[in-house]
């Protein structure tokens, strides 16, 4: 069973910056992609920036030019930087990992959910 453990978030300033950690425990074969996605109070969940095992990297275009993600294959960590924060970054964040369990079989798993606030 795979597990994601979210750390980082809480209060921000507009202008700023926070970092968010996401590491990956359990019997894992194989990770494909490791992402963040964020949902704001009666909004969707949505993308937020992905990174494939290859290192190809996806933003959503809220956020590219300010955020950069980063993944540690051999740790199976992402990392979130989000810079130039702005209120509309407010949201619950959620890790995610797509891939293969030790029992061979696809995993997608989300971590808990941490908060990010962006003062204005």
């Known amino acids: 069973q795979v597990q994601l453990v979210e750390s980082g978030g809480g209060l921000g300033q507009a202008g700023g910056s926070l970092r968010l950690s996401c590491a990956a425990s359990?019997?894992?074969?194989?990770?494909?992609?490791m992402g963040w996605y964020r949902q704001a109070p009666g909004k969707q969940r949505e993308l937020v920036a992905a990174?494939?095992?290859?290192?190809?990297?996806n933003y959503a275009d809220s956020v590219n030019g300010r955020f950069i993600i980063s993944r540690d294959n051999a740790k199976n960590t992402v990392d979130l930087q989000m810079n130039r924060l702005k209120h509309e970054d407010t949201a619950v964040y959620y890790c995610?990992?797509?891939?293969?369990?030790?029992?061979?079989?696809?995993?997608?798993?989300w971590g808990q959910g941490t908060q990010v606030t962006v003062s204005s």
């Open positions: 995610n990992a797509v891939g293969v369990g030790g029992n061979l079989r696809s995993v997608d798993v």
């Open positions: 359990g019997t894992i074969f194989r990770i494909d992609a």
């Open positions: 990174i494939i095992s290859g290192g190809s990297k």
